[in-house]
């Protein structure tokens, strides 16, 4: 199949990038962006990330070019791993977040209601042990139903929960194709009827938290914020609205400007109210109707960025 990277003029745009620049790709995938980052490069350089040894050992083959640092490890180790590479701070930090088409295709890694494989949905299958058949076998009903609700928002949880507890207890619930037929048998026609897949909401919950995406976001935020030169711009493209509620109030942290009201009123000179850093997408930027029509999976992704300001001494 055929490998789109979303928004990928977009984000190249917004990034900004110094050709003698360093960047950080936190989420390389089958490295869409970072080619395009390389392409616009001449001394600088770019480290990529991916959790997924797959990626990197694919990308490695194809892409030998000692303008990139590759790092198998969890972004939300990015601080440790810049300061082992002799970075304290860098030009753009980039994240294209949540499962690559790769890996949505690739049939045994067990993230897709398409195929049937063994239940795994593991992005990184060599440090994390917590697989989506043990999740649906071993974890309680209330476990399992918070994990429908809080990932997946999925309103018909206590039917399909119950059914999963149901089925467990005749059989081990070891495929994808298992639990598709547990989850069907749990909704009503009108659902079932629907154009999206009965399977979606249940997959999504059950891989967001087997992966621990959202703390691995925040966490990874929150040192790529400390790691942008003057100027650096830190952009994210997220896919749903649980990544994107993450992203938003991050970025809303660091840019709303809180005034005094006191203060507010006094005729001050020469002095800027600033957070350090602008918000340089109020609306996330969404894909052209172009690009959708291309690439299907892009329909719901949106790019947010903001760039750490260059200090001015006051005048
Ligand atoms: C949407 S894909 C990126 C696609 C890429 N931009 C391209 O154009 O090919 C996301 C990638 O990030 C990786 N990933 C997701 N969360 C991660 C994390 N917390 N740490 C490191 N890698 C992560 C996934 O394994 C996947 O390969």
Redesign the pocket.
């Known amino acids: 199949m055929e490998?789109?990277?979303?928004l990928?003029k977009e984000s190249i745009k917004i990034l900004n990038i110094k050709a003698n620049g360093v960047y950080v790709?936190?989420?390389?995938?089958?490295?869409?962006?970072?080619?395009?980052i390389l392409q616009q490069l001449t001394t600088g350089k770019i480290v990529a990330?991916?959790?997924?040894i797959a990626?990197i050992t694919k990308v490695k083959q194809e892409l030998n070019d000692d303008r990139i640092v590759y790092v198998h490890?969890?972004?939300?180790?990015l601080k440790a791993n810049l300061i082992i590479n002799g970075l304290k701070t860098v030009d753009g930090i980039?994240?294209?977040?949540?499962?690559?088409?790769?890996?949505f295709d690739e049939q045994d890694r067990g993230f897709s209601y398409r195929f049937d494989a063994e239940l795994d949905m593991r992005?990184?299958q060599t440090n994390n042990a917590l697989t989506a058949k043990k999740v649906v076998n071993d974890f309680s009903e209330q476990a399992l139903a918070e994990i429908l609700f809080k990932y997946g928002d999925e309103k018909f949880t206590w039917s399909i929960v119950k059914n999963i507890v149901k089925a467990r207890q005749k059989q081990a619930i070891n495929t994808t194709f298992q639990l598709v037929d547990i989850i069907k048998a749990s909704l009503p026609q009108k659902v079932l009827k629907q154009k999206k897949h009965p399977a979606k909401k249940t997959f999504q919950a059950l891989r967001i938290f087997i992966?621990?995406?959202l703390n691995?976001?925040r966490e990874?935020l929150e040192q790529a914020i400390t790691m942008l030169n003057d100027g650096g711009i830190l952009a994210v493209?997220t896919?749903h609205s649980l990544e994107e509620r993450v992203v938003k109030e991050f970025f809303k942290k660091y840019t709303k400007v809180v005034t005094d009201p006191v203060k507010d009123k006094l005729p001050v000179m020469h002095e800027k109210v600033t957070t350090g850093f602008t918000l340089l997408t109020k609306k996330g930027i969404e894909p052209s109707d172009d690009e959708i029509g291309e690439n299907r999976r892009s329909h719901s992704a949106k790019l947010w960025a903001l760039r750490k300001e260059v200090k001015h001494e006051n005048i």
Request: glycine share 6%; proline share 2%; hydrophobic share 35%.
């Open positions: 490998h789109y990277s979303v990928l790709d936190c989420t390389l995938g089958r490295a869409g962006h970072t080619k395009a990330f991916d959790q997924d990626a490890d969890n972004f939300k180790n980039f994240y294209d977040l949540g499962v690559s088409s790769p890996q992005m990184d992966n621990d995406e691995a976001i990874s493209i896919f």
